[in-house]
C-alpha cells in the first residue's frame, strides 16, 4: 500500500517561508513523477510544482521564482520550499504521485498566509 504522508504547513506572514515535505512509502519512490497541488479557498485544485524521476521540475506561473520543488531518492521524500509566501498562496497543499497506470495522493497540509 502506498501513502503519501506531508508535513510542514503552518501560519506564516506574507513574505514568510515554509517548508513542505512528503514522504512515500510502500513503493519504489525514485522511479515516481511527483508533485504538489493546491486547493485554495473557492478555487479548483492546481498544480504548482512538479518533478520528474529524473528531476525535471515545471511550475505554475504564480509561484515561478518563489517556489522550490525537490526530491531525495534516498529518503523517500519530495520537498517544496515556499519563499516570499503570498496572501493568495493560502490552500490545502496535497502531494501527488504517479507511475505506470497508477497515482496517489496524500491528505494535505494546510498553509495560510496572513496579510
Known amino acids: 500500500q502506498v501513502q503519501l504522508v506531508e508535513s510542514g504547513g503552518g501560519l506564516v506572514q506574507a513574505g514568510g517561508s515554509l517548508r513542505l515535505s512528503c514522504v512515500v512509502s510502500g513503493s519504489i519512490f525514485s522511479s515516481y513523477f511527483m508533485g504538489w497541488y493546491r486547493q485554495a479557498p473557492g478555487k479548483e485544485r492546481e498544480m504548482v510544482a512538479s518533478i520528474s524521476r529524473f528531476g525535471v521540475t515545471n511550475y505554475a506561473n504564480s509561484v515561478k521564482g518563489r517556489f522550490t520543488i525537490s526530491r531525495d531518492n534516498a529518503k523517500n521524500t519530495v520537498y517544496l520550499q515556499m519563499d516570499s509566501l503570498k496572501s493568495e498562496d493560502t490552500g490545502v497543499f496535497c502531494c501527488?504521485?504517479?507511475?505506470?497506470?497508477?497515482?496517489?495522493w496524500g491528505q494535505g497540509t494546510q498553509v495560510t498566509v496572513s496579510s
Open positions: 501527488y504521485a504517479r507511475t505506470i497506470g497508477r497515482e496517489y
